[in-house]
């Protein structure tokens, strides 16, 4: 892995290298081994937290760490590209547009004792831009080298807070075409669902169910690319115990192994359905 500038990344991309780096500033990682017709994106994997913000922040390592999404990246490093974000949602969200990326409150609770300075706002939201920049030049090349791109938009969500059964894989479509990739949802719906975890976890797919897909990595792609598919995955955690904060690294193998086989197949079917004719 090397430690490149944002336009080092781009100009790679645009020249269609394969190289594995961390983004200077360190805020997220970027993998390409091959260009392929699928992406694999886990932007709120991160937990970084810039050190000047520690005093400002009323939330603790913890608070924050139950609402981020670990493992999420671990899940698909198996996949020739993959992009993720290392910083903590709790500095700036990459799942949220720009002007309401640095939150003010998160989950019931004020974040900052004192206001953020116009300075330090900045600075994360130079890394937001950023992060959208070589995603831009990514599907871009995506897109031109094959006519058509999925992505595979990785998140996980805490359902021990719902009140109700909630399902173990939820599927975000309100922003996607379903007229035309309604089949390709179905067909992901399914393979998640046939998924087989250990120790006794059962696996349930829905669409919609929890989560909407209203995320700004799904929105941003799909509104500036017409032939990209997102596909905002989320995952229950039931690979950690979300209140001692325990990994149970046995499932989360798993569950890359599985995805490591059936998400390839997926992604290929997609393109078979969809590439240029």
């Given at each position: 892995?090397e430690?490149l500038p ?8 645009q020249?269609?290298n394969c190289?594995h780096a961390v ?8 993998k ?7 992406v694999?994106g886990a932007?709120h ?6 050190s000047?913000?520690w005093?400002s ?7 924050r760490?139950y609402?981020e999404?670990p493992?999420t990246?671990?899940m698909?490093?198996?996949h ?17 547009a720009?002007?309401?990326a640095?939150y003010?409150d ?11 300075s116009?300075v330090m ?6 890394k937001h831009?950023?992060?959208y920049k070589?995603v831009?030049?990514?599907i871009?090349k995506?897109?031109q080298?094959?006519?058509?791109c999925?992505?595979y938009d990785?998140?996980?969500y805490?359902?021990?807070r ?7 894989w939820?599927?975000?479509t309100?922003?996607i075409?379903n ?5 390709d949802?179905?067909?992901?719906r399914?393979i998640?669902e046939?998924i ?14 929890t989560f ?7 929105k941003?792609?799909?509104?500036n690319?017409q032939n990209?598919?997102?596909?905002a995955t989320e995952?229950a ?8 904060q325990?990994?149970?690294p ?7 192994k599985s995805l490591?086989k059936y998400?390839k197949k997926?992604?290929d079917?997609?393109y078979n359905n969809h590439?240029?004719?």
């Amino acid at each position: 892995m090397e430690r490149l500038p944002i336009n080092e990344i781009v100009k790679r991309i645009q020249q269609e290298n394969c190289f594995h780096a961390v983004s200077e500033d360190y805020s997220f990682t970027i993998k390409i081994e091959n260009y392929t017709h699928y992406v694999c994106g886990a932007v709120h994997d991160g937990t970084q937290f810039r050190s000047e913000l520690w005093d400002s922040c009323t939330h603790s390592y913890y608070e924050r760490w139950y609402e981020e999404d670990p493992a999420t990246k671990q899940m698909v490093q198996s996949h020739p590209i993959v992009i993720a974000g290392l910083d903590s949602r709790f500095e700036y969200d990459l799942n949220r547009a720009p002007e309401t990326a640095i939150y003010e409150d998160a989950w019931g609770k004020k974040l900052w004792s004192k206001p953020l300075s116009e300075v330090m706002k900045q600075k994360s939201l130079l890394k937001h831009y950023n992060f959208y920049k070589v995603v831009t030049a990514l599907i871009q090349k995506i897109e031109q080298k094959y006519g058509v791109c999925i992505v595979y938009d990785i998140h996980s969500y805490n359902w021990k807070r719902w009140d109700r059964e909630v399902p173990t894989w939820n599927l975000g479509t309100e922003n996607i075409d379903n007229d035309r990739f309604g089949k390709d949802v179905e067909q992901w719906r399914s393979i998640l669902e046939n998924i087989s975890l250990p120790n006794g976890i059962k696996s349930t797919a829905k669409i919609n169910d929890t989560f909407m897909g209203n995320g700004y990595f799904l929105k941003f792609i799909t509104q500036n690319f017409q032939n990209t598919l997102v596909l905002a995955t989320e995952i229950a955690k039931v690979y950690c115990d979300e209140n001692a904060q325990i990994i149970y690294p046995e499932v989360v193998f798993v569950i890359e192994k599985s995805l490591k086989k059936y998400l390839k197949k997926h992604a290929d079917a997609f393109y078979n359905n969809h590439k240029p004719h």
